[in-house]
């Protein structure tokens, strides 16, 4: 093992029916793997239900995204070396003997774009941030 050892994680991890809630310690909830806001607010509302039910003290907030994660495509393959040369303007990585992708850098969000046409988009703060994203990506390419 190179380095310092990893710590364990200092919270419970809950396996609920559409996402995976981890508690802390302070008291935040985050859900992973939600397909929805709505997904991720039932089962929020499952474990306040639940730790009421076992006479825990909760004082549920309103949900706020940090960040949200998505795949689109694009109905062509992509010759990487070409968008480069055509998207100079555009903050991206490629580095060909790293990695098999190009990462952009919107305003929106980071972008991981492959050579199949398909790309994933991470940190946007809205359900727009997304959409906007996707435009932006697909006029690119």
């Known amino acids: 093992m190179f380095g310092r050892p990893r ?5 419970v991890c809950r396996r609920m029916r559409h996402s995976t809630l981890l508690i802390y310690g302070s008291g935040s909830v ?31 907030q309103e949900l706020k995204l940090v960040n949200i994660a998505a795949t689109s495509a694009v109905p062509t393959r992509v010759n990487f070396q070409e968008f480069y040369e055509k998207n100079k303007h ?6 060909p003997d790293m990695m098999r992708g190009i990462m952009l850098y ?16 991470v940190g946007c703060k809205s359900l727009q941030d997304v959409e906007r994203t996707v435009l932006l990506v697909r006029e690119l390419v």
């Open 30 to 60: 985050v859900s992973v793997g939600a397909k929805s806001v709505d997904t991720a607010q039932q089962d929020y509302d499952a474990i306040v239900s639940e730790a009421r039910e076992h006479n825990v003290p909760v004082r549920p």
């Open 106 to 121: 919107l305003d929106c969000g980071a972008v991981m774009l492959h050579h199949t046409g398909k790309f994933n988009i």
């Open 7 to 11: 710590s364990r994680f200092s919270g």
């Open 90 to 95: 555009v903050r991206m990585l490629y580095e």
